[in-house]
């Protein structure tokens, strides 16, 4: 892990967050295959196609949308999707997460993991993310505590200089990634609004995960589009990140329940870092539907502006 340093226009300006770093080696199978373009694939169920599953998983999550027991879905309004989605299968709103980021280099396999809740609605969580040893240049590091909010990280934890009592924050719409892997964890929104812009699924199978009947899509998203297709909240991250990847496209294989809930999603980024590619898996495991979100964000005064020191 490594601190960054963005330029803005004349002066240095410092970015204190987790860059992953080392190369993840290729792994097979992983693209998606099937119907070209746009093409829906029906799968086994003979209902809804597996594009408009992957596509809605993210509404589904914040309850905006919901797909009865029949597999009919159902658009709620933004403003209201709580209401309307009351008694319906499907409304997630929240959940409780598990997160995990990995790269490999030089033999050398490095993985960071989070675990926390997160409030689909309103776009805010909070995690505690483990770096495995010396993945700060430590032997030891506390566990980095992470707020996530539209446009915005909190760290507390972070090292480097920065008081163990004071937070740091990055505007994410700055960074070259849109925070899809310096954090060290993939934003649970974005990472469902990613699916948005798939432009080829392929319905693989019907498995358990957990003891949840799922079923598991494999296929390749284009950020620039799912940028386009986003919420305005989203909207200034991942058109971050369609820049600062090396290609625009992302492949994932993502695991939805019965109720159109996205259960788990997998994306394989190839993020264009100073030096060579490097090649990151992220992983975004989503359970406890429901569950209660408290997320306070740090005031100004708790929020560190100093420098911050190099590794």
Not at 263 to 284: I, Q
Request: charged share 20%.
């Amino acid at each position: 892990m490594v601190v960054q340093q963005h330029r803005s226009g004349g002066g240095a300006r410092a970015v204190c967050a987790l860059a992953v770093v080392g190369v993840m080696a290729a792994t097979a199978g992983c693209g998606g295959g099937g119907g070209g373009g746009d093409r829906a694939m029906a799968d086994e169920r003979g209902g809804v196609g597996s594009l408009d599953a992957v596509h809605r998983a993210a509404a589904v999550l914040a309850g905006t949308a919901t797909v009865t027991g029949t597999g009919t879905a159902t658009v709620a309004g933004a403003a209201h999707g709580a209401e309307a989605g009351a008694g319906v299968r499907g409304v997630a709103g929240s959940a409780e997460v598990r997160t995990s980021m990995e790269t490999a280099a030089g033999g050398t396999r490095v993985t960071i993991r989070g675990r926390g809740t997160y409030d689909f609605r309103h776009r805010t969580g909070r995690l505690t993310v483990v770096l495995p040893k010396d993945a700060a240049g430590e032997d030891e590091h506390r566990p980095i505590i992470e707020l996530l909010a539209p446009g915005a990280l909190y760290m507390m934890n972070r090292g480097a200089g920065v008081p163990e009592d004071k937070w740091v924050r990055v505007d994410t719409t700055t960074l070259e990634d849109g925070n899809l892997v310096t954090g060290g964890v993939t934003d649970p929104m974005a990472a469902a609004e990613l699916l948005l812009g798939a432009r080829q699924v392929t319905y693989v199978e019907r498995t358990e995960l957990a003891g949840v009947t799922v079923r598991h899509y494999r296929g390749v998203s284009d950020i620039g589009r799912a940028a386009r297709e986003v919420s305005p909240e989203s909207r200034g991250a991942l058109a971050a990140a369609a820049k600062g990847f090396r290609t625009h496209t992302v492949p994932f294989d993502a695991y939805i329940d019965e109720q159109g809930r996205l259960r788990k999603v997998r994306h394989r980024f190839s993020f264009a870092n100073e030096g060579p590619a490097v090649e990151v898996v992220s992983t975004t495991l989503l359970y406890g539907f429901g569950v209660p979100v408290s997320v306070r964000l740090p005031d100004d005064s708790d929020i560190y502006t100093g420098k911050i020191r190099q590794r």
